[in-house]
């Protein structure tokens, strides 16, 4: 039997979760949720930032995507998502979450190692960059440069190098090559024509001084030949 709600306006909820169910939460996103809230928030706005960017590509693939929870943002702009990531619980655990409303790929592929065997037009990486060495950092630029189409793009974005002094010890443990906007920008030069930064604190990007900033993108297009 149908539940009621004391509002008739509230009744498509009801009406919603006995016929589609509730859509569970990833590894990595609900102790996020648990924890802190706010970071949630956060990453959820880089995710949106990242989709209207990107609006209208039609092969896209997130490096290093964890439990692909904010897949739905950027598939509300693009063709067709591939996410991957170097850990294979986290794509198990984005497979499993696979919704016929949102529907993506997941692989598991360590880009350290090599480029995957397919073109894309566009490519991003979040809260990825800070995680590799800086020794390593060309190989995985460059793996990933080699996936995409003469015309593709890359966003890329990584806490400040500045914020790192209010980094928790265990989030200073991980981070291991973070950047400031300038040097993050002369690094993907390497690789692209053209190179946008952004700024971000909390949930707002901005193009405001940098120093100031807590998260940092950069916006690449018109790739240079490897």
Known sequence: ???????PVNQPNIHFNEE????????????????DPRRLVFSMSRYKFVSKLLSGRQRVLEVGSGDGFNAPLILQEVGHLTLSDYCEEFIQDALKRVTP??????VVHNFLEGPMDVVFDAAYSLDVLEHIDA????????NICKCLSEDGVLIMGMPSLESQSYASEGSKLGHINCKSSPDFKILMEKYFHSVFMFSMNDEVIHTGYHKMAHYIFAVCAHPREQ
């Open 1 to 7: 039997m149908t539940r009621r709600t004391k509002d």
């Open 20 to 35: 589609r169910g509730y859509v569970p939460m990833g590894l990595l996103k609900s102790r996020e949720w648990i924890e």
């Open 101 to 106: 409303e949102w529907p993506y790929e997941g």
């Open 135 to 142: 020794k390593d950092e060309d190989t995985f630029i460059g």
